[in-house]
């Protein structure tokens, strides 16, 4: 009988002591989706370090505290540095960030997740949705990693959410959290407001404005762009659809080539993945009668087409005149299609500034900027305005810099000409104007040409 009770014992003690063997021998894996999300992204995730001059006020004995309400004559220009984060969305160098990251930068510095630094410019900026597309100068036949876009149409609240970004200066930082709400809408100084934003409890700190905010499985889901500063967990990210929706017009091909195409592309949802439509075509240009409306593309001069971005960026990469050679899909047959990409004359962006509203312009230099004592030492600067225009009605004053018309900055007459010619009459156009220590946007309506005499 005790040899039987010490064999039930020791049976039970290998029983007991066998799975703890076992799990042992079998550990968990550490490699989470968050780890693998993030090894995904990172290397499309860019440090954005920009420079701005500004202009300050001190007096005889330090700062002087009322600078904000009486001009101090000790005035100097400093250059400031801020932070912030931002993603390669094409292979060729585009870059998309927050508006109010590179707003009135003299100097932008792209930092890639191997840490070599390159040097950026800003092709387009939109501060009614705090985005912004930037450009890296590339070496020739070099490419970069880029991260796809996803789509927030989807997203669910309480789902997991990460954020990558250059927090404080500190690079390549992931947080995690899950969205809190969906559409919200917050408003801002000066009657900006943004509305359909993400809220997330991933904490989004100072420098990580710009940088993606991923589902668990990689894709982006949104731009992170604010941070309540009165509260804790709670920041806010711009939906990845909203940036598909305005990257045509951030990045819009025509205007900066000086081209003439005809067809608007749009990406779209299907349940078989993401697909490229074509949504209109313009009448008597090169793709009318080739194009049509619902035809979807797969690839343009041999390059495969995935995304909106893939298809903005090749024909930026293929200037005018030229040649498009697209592949498309219509009534379930594929076709190859030949669109002429015609070269149209630059305008006359002085006659146009004047006719549209009243303004006339000079172009600013870093010279006569010293000279004059400019807030800018680029932009146009206001030096004629016309009685009772739409200038002078909205309270526009010499010496006043004009930097942005629309989306885009504007750093000379060409450049000012290539975005008027498309406005028409009575179009409101949002107008960045530095003035002094002082940035801010007024909105200027375009003034119709005089009745003609029967």
Not at 161 to 175: C, D, E, F, H
Request: glycine residues 8%; aromatic residues 6%.
């Amino acid at each position: 009988m005790k040899k039987f009770a010490r064999y039930m014992l020791l049976a039970s003690a290998w029983l007991v002591l066998t799975p703890i063997a076992v799990a042992q021998d079998a550990p968990v894996s550490r490699v989470t989706p968050v780890v693998l999300a993030y090894r995904r992204a990172r290397p499309s995730v860019v440090n954005i370090s920009s420079e701005k001059i500004v202009t300050t006020s001190a007096g005889p004995f330090g700062r002087d505290v009322f600078r904000d309400i009486f001009p101090s004559p000790f005035r100097r220009k400093v250059p400031v540095q801020s932070l912030g984060s931002g993603f390669i969305v094409h292979p060729a160098g585009y870059v998309v960030t927050n508006s109010h990251v590179v707003s009135r930068a003299t100097k932008i510095t792209v930092t890639l997740s191997d840490n070599s630094k390159i040097a950026a410019r800003v092709i387009s900026a939109d501060p009614d949705h705090d985005l912004a597309v930037l450009k890296i100068e590339l070496p020739k036949g070099k490419s970069l990693p880029h991260l796809p876009l996803g789509r927030s149409d989807d997203l669910m609240v309480g789902e997991t959410v990460i954020a990558i970004g250059n927090p404080m200066g500190l690079s390549n930082t992931v947080t995690t959290g899950i969205v809190s709400a969906l559409n919200r809408e917050l408003q801002f100084a000066q009657g900006v407001k943004y509305s359909g934003l993400i809220q997330t409890d991933a904490p989004i700190n100072p420098g990580s404005s710009g940088g993606p905010l991923l589902n668990v499985r990689g894709e982006l889901v949104g731009i992170n762009t604010a941070i309540r500063a009165d509260a804790q967990n709670i920041g806010f990210a711009i939906p990845v659809d909203k940036l598909m929706e305005l990257f045509p017009m951030l990045l819009n091909f025509e205007r900066i080539n000086r081209a003439v195409f005809g067809a608007t592309v749009r990406q779209r949802h299907g349940s078989a993945g993401d697909e490229l439509i074509v949504s209109a075509v313009r009448t008597g240009t090169p793709a009318y009668g080739k194009l049509k409306v619902g035809d979807r593309l797969r690839a343009l001069n041999g390059r495969a087409l995935a995304q909106v971005s893939d298809f903005t960026c090749e024909m930026l990469a293929l200037g005018a005149p030229a040649k498009a050679f697209l592949e498309c899909e219509r009534s379930g047959k594929t076709l190859q299609i030949t669109v002429e990409v015609k070269a149209k004359p630059k305008p006359d962006g002085k006659l146009l500034a004047r006719r549209l509203f009243g303004l006339t312009f000079k172009a600013v230099t870093p010279q006569s900027a010293r000279e004059l004592r400019l807030p800018l030492e680029h932009g146009l600067m206001v030096v004629g305005i016309d009685v009772g225009s739409p200038a002078e009605r909205v309270g526009l004053r010499l010496k006043d810099v004009v930097f942005q018309v629309g989306t885009a900055y504007v750093v000379d007459l060409e450049s000012l000409g290539m975005i008027l010619e498309e406005a028409g009459a009575g179009q409101a156009m949002r107008i960045g104007v530095a003035r002094g220590n002082v940035a801010t946007w007024v909105r200027l309506r375009a003034k119709a040409p005089p009745a003609k005499r029967p």
